[in-house]
T-cell receptor, first 112, second 112 residues
Framework: EDQVTQSPEALRLQEGESSSLNCSYTVSGLRGLFWYRQDPGKGPEFLFTLYSAGEEKEKERLKATLTKKESFLHITAPKPEDSATYLCAVRRNSNSGYALNFGKGTSLLVTP | GAGVSQSPRYKVAKRGQDVALRCDPISGHVSLFWYQQALGQGPEFLTYFQNEAQLDKSGLPSDRFFAERPEGSVSTLKIQRTQQEDSAVYLC??????????FGPGTRLLVL
């Protein structure tokens, strides 16, 4: 069965203090690994899709990387507005039209 | 452009009451998904529509949950005889076929 595990559960950083979030996955035949950002009271907002080991994508202070067993979301010089829950997901191996299996998320707090 | 919209945003129901949650997907999106998100957890798949066809309902937790998309656009998730364990945020997402899913803001359901 597909599994997605995110760590740490929560992370507190000072503004400018770079760090990485981890997403470990087990899936038979990866058909995409997704990163979403979720602010309190809102739906997940799409960030990145990665498809193959070695792939990297960047957006402002965020960079996502992928290996055969895990993905990292690197946050460089974060700002308070980067505070949110970051969700990782893989596509389900079923007839569910590429529905997603999510991890529990990492709650990031960036303090001034 | 308009994103995915959901209504109501908040719903308080008494145990045993029936509720109906509405999702308006992005215009032209073939795929529509419903997810349930408990507090502090990632979204969990409930059901998937391709146009008006419900192709996967394996995530629906009980036969009290029913979803429809009769004309291939707007979808309704109905929960009959609500229980306290149904309290959660219900998220709707839409996508062009096999592509990135875009989420609505969710409906927060509280069953008393």
């Amino acid at each position: 069965e597909d599994q997605v595990t995110q760590s740490p559960e929560a992370l507190r950083l000072q503004e400018g203090e770079s760090s990485s979030l981890n997403c470990s996955y087990t899936v038979s035949g990866l058909r995409g690994l997704f990163w979403y950002r979720q602010d309190p009271g809102k739906g997940p907002e799409f960030l990145f899709t990665l498809y193959s080991a070695g792939e990297e994508k960047e957006k402002e202070r965020l960079k996502a990387t992928l290996t055969k067993k895990e993905s990292f979301l690197h946050i460089t010089a974060p700002k308070p507005e980067d505070s949110a829950t970051y969700l990782c997901a893989v596509r389900r191996n079923s007839n569910s039209g590429y529905a997603l299996n999510f991890g529990k998320g990492t709650s990031l707090l960036v303090t001034p | 452009g308009a994103g995915v919209s959901q209504s109501p945003r908040y719903k308080v129901a008494k145990r045993g009451q029936d509720v109906a949650l509405r999702c308006d997907p992005i215009s032209g999106h073939v795929s529509l998904f419903w997810y349930q998100q408990a507090l502090g957890q990632g979204p969990e798949f409930l059901t998937y529509f391709q146009n008006e066809a419900q192709l996967d309902k394996s995530g629906l937790p009980s036969d009290r949950f029913f979803a429809e998309r009769p004309e291939g656009s707007v979808s309704t998730l109905k929960i009959q005889r609500t229980q306290q364990e149904d309290s959660a945020v219900y998220l709707c997402a839409s996508s062009p076929l096999e592509e990135t899913q875009y989420f609505g803001p969710g409906t927060r359901l509280l069953v008393l």
